[in-house]
């Protein structure tokens, strides 16, 4: 199915529900056009037949392992669709593309939006989105899979204006509110099921989500929670020696010390949006600094004579990387400086020529050929942020 045949105009849509558009012309079409082309391969290679669901692998794998849930029984049950953190992923593609290119409304409203609400679950209370279809057995709930979803909904509230986008992204708060206590000093847990630790994957982008729908709402509520979660990760997660941030701290206290990309690109957002709603220079100063030991961490030298660039995005889930993208451009955006930005410019166009299959996919693990839904929607991310970043 390329995406030309899944793509609605989006006057059908305002026709039936009017929604307000401020979108902007790509200023950089190379990535426009990858990012269009990665979403028709997708579209292509995981669709699941009549549904709007997707497979996870590609090709399908029935027997394929998921390696990120809490429960190592939910893990080895065989699933005919994906789970709901690499559809998330697709949603956060199509959210980036939607509100810049009136073209892809379709696509979001039709299809991918449609495949999300397979997930959402109201027999468990406060309704949230489950892990797996509710359609099927019941599945662990995370709140960190919540806040994408979240952050997405603000977001297209933001610039369309739908009622119905805010509801969702309130909905997915109380959620939030409701994985939230004092243990630990507070924070947030990261699996309703399994109450065991503390997570900068769901502690980052709460204060994101939070400080988003401030700016969307002007409630105040939602600017004390922001600030609360981004002070306790900092005070709880940080790294003060690289100012890089853990992964996690479990309830019997054992801190996590792995580090990845998307934690602290996560607190480099929300550092700059708590500047731009404040005007504290502090918080300028911490997303400048994070930004800097990100740039250390996450890339290296390219190889001399590969053809990679000078700096190159290190091997590692691409998803993160994405969404450490969100963080520099957050901050680009405030100061003017892209030079993070260029580094993923090149890393991005050396990926597209070097690890773009015939199927128009990306290979990151090598692992026989497979690939897998949530990195091919990080590509389409990437080149939909880079596209429309002025």
Known sequence: MMITTVLTACAAIAAAQPLPYNGSTASDTRFADRAEATLSAICTCFDAGETPLLRETYPFDEDFRATYLASENQARRRNSYSYLWPYSGVLSAVTVLAVNDSTYCGLLENRVLPGVEEYFDTLRRPSAYSS????EAPADRFYDDNIWLGIDFTDLYSVFGKKAYLQKAETIWKFIESGTNTELGGGVYWCEQKKESKNACSNAPAAVFALKLYQATGDA??????????????RTLRDAGDGLYYDNLSVDGKLDRRKFAYNSG?????????????????YLSEARELAAACSARFF???????????????????WFSAVMLRGFLELAEVTGDDRYIRDFEESMDWFWESRRDSDGLFDFDGKNGGRHLLAQAAMAEIFARLAYYN
Do not use: F
């Open 266 to 282: 996560q607190m480099m957002q929300a550092a700059v949006l708590l500047y731009r709603i404040t005007g504290k220079k502090k």
């Open 300 to 318: 290296e030298a390219g190889t001399p004579g590969t053809g990679e660039p000078e700096r190159v995005l290190k091997d590692g889930n691409i």
């Open 221 to 234: 509520a939602y600017l004390e929670a922001g600030q609360n979660l981004y002070r306790w990760t900092r």
């Open 132 to 135: 797996y279809i509710v359609s």
